[in-house]
């Protein structure tokens, strides 16, 4: 954030930031014809990091850094978490349909942590704070949030990042990161009902298809 140029600049070119615009990451290219330089948007031609990409297929550009995707409705969409939206792409058409807020304005998309229920439609996701969102995919792809399941641990933020659920689509176990714990959700009540140390900062989570094992 801020102000600086020449990091790990391509030859011939300089990259640099807009301080007016936080997420306006930008690296005069090379001169084109009349020598004039131009200016890419990061995402474009233009990772987070600094590194020139170009990308080998289609590209869409979406508000914020992409952290997390999963398939809803029988793979017809996809779901990104971004740390500042949830937006659902069209995947047959490569498109996006729709771009949606955290319910908690102050809250944002976690490092790691989406997944889809056994109906195909509904989505967990993870904030960066202590919130577990669930949501709801149509069948033309809005996507509508139910309430969110509070994850704080002993009233502290805890960083939810992975989250597995169930094949039942019951129970939910989520890596709690600054917590270094597990926490156990009741998706029918929409209650934390035990959490389980783990280590040093777990980030993601996978279940046996029986639901008995979480692997964290």
């Not at 850094?65 to 793979?75: F, H, K, T, V, Y």
């Not at 109906?119 to 202590?130: E, P, S």
């Not at 659920?165 to 714990?181: E, K, M």
Request: aromatic share 6%; glycine share 12%; net charge neutral.
């Amino acid at each position: 954030q801020g102000s600086y140029f020449n990091h790990r600049a391509p030859v011939g070119g300089a990259v640099g930031v807009d301080p007016s615009d936080a997420n306006s990451l930008v690296a005069p290219v090379t001169p084109d014809a009349a020598g004039d330089w131009t200016l890419d948007r990061a995402g474009v031609s233009l990772a987070v990091n600094a590194h020139g990409i170009k990308p080998a297929g289609k590209t869409i550009s979406i508000p914020g850094r992409p952290m997390s995707m999963a398939l809803a409705r029988d793979g017809k969409f996809l779901v990104v978490k971004s740390d500042s939206r949830v937006i659902v792409i069209a995947a047959g058409e490569f498109r996006a349909v729709g771009e949606y807020k955290f319910p908690d304005n102050s809250d944002g998309g976690s490092m790691h942590g989406i997944a889809v229920g056994a109906d195909g439609a509904t989505v967990y996701i993870t904030g960066k704070q202590k919130s577990l969102y669930t949501g709801r995919v149509d069948e033309q792809g809005a996507l509508v949030f139910g309430p969110a399941i509070d994850l704080a641990i002993n009233g502290r933020k805890s960083n939810p990042l992975g989250v597995a659920v169930t094949p039942d689509s019951r129970t939910a176990v989520v890596a709690l990161a600054l917590a270094g714990r597990a926490a156990i959700v009741d998706l029918e009540s929409g209650k934390m009902i035990a959490s389980v140390p783990v280590g040093v900062c777990p980030y993601g989570v996978v279940v046996s298809r029986d639901g008995k094992t979480a692997f964290v």
